[in-house]
């Protein structure tokens, strides 16, 4: 939020990094799910604090409306429209929901939206920073059997503190293992067409002075028939409480090859991620963006969106955001309460709250 | 070659592809030494063809030489040490000094070496046809089964006509099925960093008018658990004679998915592609080409280059250009002498003269 006006929210415009670090002022419900569906802010954990912060400036827009619950009804509805993988975006507004419902009052609804919204990025910031603490014992093990050498990581997109409040969800073991002392380097897949592991990824990984390269997303393959990879680290948008796992699309890609070479793949997540209601990953609806992110690659340069065509004019392009690995796949689930397998029993082991009675 | 200058050979600079169409003049072993190095050709055929001209350019610079063994053994070093993956390459050169051994004068070994460097781009171009003739087949019986819906065809990278003289490798059966009117749509992978498959394969396909669109490397796991991919079809640099395939980086991971999901993976390949000295592909030496290709993205625009950083300048990267793919996951190897198994034993059975005896 901004330090001396409290009805606008500040956001990081990561379409601009590494080149450009900027803040935008966000002034309305509206301008925030823009932010939203054009990727000003993205990854799981940011997508829902700004959500909560939508519903905040939703709060402030309907004070001087005559009816306030439908005009927060629309707002909420514009802003779930925005992205359907990422199921923070939904937990989020569905907290807005509830915690307003009781105001009677304006000014008792703007308060309590903020506190709701305050509570959710400080919610997303402490579940990463216990995933790190978790993640940490899996990175210092593998340490002791590398006998000095660093952990060769790697992991896909950016699910690091662009992406979430702070810590991230897979870079926070990473950090933590960093400010341990303990020896990493990390494989930062490109992550086309966004390109967020070049963007974003390493150009936080390369603040935070973690040794860092990156590889074109074809190469994670070769990469780890070379023995040169550990250990799979990466993020989730949605995972179904039996351990499905949709997360930027390629994801399911590594953890194919991690399979066949015998390589641990490890899916960091706070439970905010975890869609309690969902048995079957198939059915986690997958984001269709615009084809001409494949046809284009795009960076800010010189104070200006460069744009290049990488393809023909007349070519179609079709642009998946995500997919899902399934569960018979991954490793292990690192969430806020610990590390856990992935599959129903395990995970509502964890969190017996969520166990149907 | 040019047509009225036969000292000069004329190649596409298909860097600058699909934005121009540029012909090229190389007049020295030297200039197609870069030429090859720099990817103003490439592709297993090509490079082959390209070297083979290469020794009749160099050919003609030893006429007045006094010790022209030496030089045109120079010159074949020079152009071998250009790309270490494609098999073709070291092939071209091995014909091209058996040819000219025997010349008793620079006028003989100009004609022996001009000779045989047709003869190399002719014997490609006629493999390249007949793998068409034989892939054919195999989408003809997709398509019965498919009962009128177009065939899926997933590709990697560019095999097509710009890789070899003629048809292509993996296009021919494409090119040939589309001249047969059976409904095919070809998935191209984008095939960062260098982006062949959208700047070339795209550009291929859509001159030959073949119904095609471009995905991001990262999308073919989702493409085929979704059930939009019916064959893989894809090149090879080189191919070990017990069925290991070395191709563009991140072939491997589309083997993967495609056995996950029960998609048949082909390999279209002439058999100058085959190594005939190689029982592991694992032997087989990976290029390593410069990070800045996949830092930056490059594309030709109103006449000129414009190359755009996709990562923080302090960032390393590296660039493996190739993968094996081990051959269970090959479902079948497509020859200029039909199609076989990826194992010893029925490749030698194409190639019965190639058994030790």
Redesign the interface.
């Known amino acids: 939020m901004h330090e001396s006006d409290p009805t606008v929210v500040q956001i990081i415009d990561q379409r601009r990094l ?2 450009e670090f900027v803040i935008e002022d966000v002034r309305t419900a509206a301008e925030m799910a823009i932010a939203i569906r054009d990727m000003h802010v993205r990854g799981a954990g940011l997508i829902g604090a700004a959500a909560g912060f939508g519903m905040y400036l939703a709060a402030l827009e309907t004070a001087k409306s005559r009816n306030p619950s439908s005009s927060l009804e629309n707002a909420a509805q514009a802003l779930l429209a925005t992205r359907p993988t990422a199921v923070n975006l939904a937990l989020a507004l569905e907290q807005q929901r509830k915690a307003m419902a009781d105001a009677d009052s304006a000014g008792e609804r703007i308060r309590l939206a903020l506190e709701t919204a305050r509570a959710i990025a400080d919610d997303d910031a402490e579940c990463c920073r216990k995933i790190g603490i978790h993640g940490l014992e899996l990175i210092r093990r593998m340490a002791k059997e590398k006998k000095g050498k660093p952990v060769q990581i790697l992991t896909h997109c950016n699910a690091g503190w662009l992406a979430f409040v702070d810590y991230g969800s897979a870079t926070a073991p990473i950090y933590a293992a960093r400010e341990s002392a303990i020896p990493v380097h990390v494989w ?1 897949d ?4 966004r ?1 967020q592991g ?2 974003l990824t ?2 936080e ?2 603040q935070e002075e973690v040794p ?12 780890m ?1 070379s023995g040169l990879v550990d250990l799979v680290l990466v993020g989730s948008d949605r995972t179904t409480f039996t351990g499905d796992v949709a997360n ?3 994801t ?3 953890a ?2 991690a399979r ?1 070479n015998n390589v641990p793949f490890y899916v960091a997540l706070p439970s905010s991620s975890f869609d309690w209601t969902l048995r079957d990953g ?1 059915k986690i609806p ?1 984001e269709e963006r615009g ?1 001409e992110e ?2 284009y ?3 800010w ?1 010189n104070g200006e969106v ?1 744009r ?5 004019e ?7 955001a ?3 690995t399934p569960r018979h796949f991954v490793t292990g689930l690192i969430t806020e309460r610990g590390i856990c397998r992935p599959n129903e029993s395990d995970i509502l082991s964890l969190f017996p709250e969520r166990s149907q009675p």
Chains 1, 2 share one sequence.
């Open positions: 590494p080149h930062v490109e992550t086309r067409p390109s070049s963007k390493a150009w990984l390369g860092h390269t990156i590889v074109a997303d074809n190469a994670a393959g070769h990469l028939q930027k699309v390629g399911y890609l590594k194919l090859a066949d198939r997958i084809g494949v046809k690659a795009e960076a340069q460069v290049i065509a990488l393809a023909p007349t070519s179609r392009a079709v642009n998946y995500f997919d899902v």
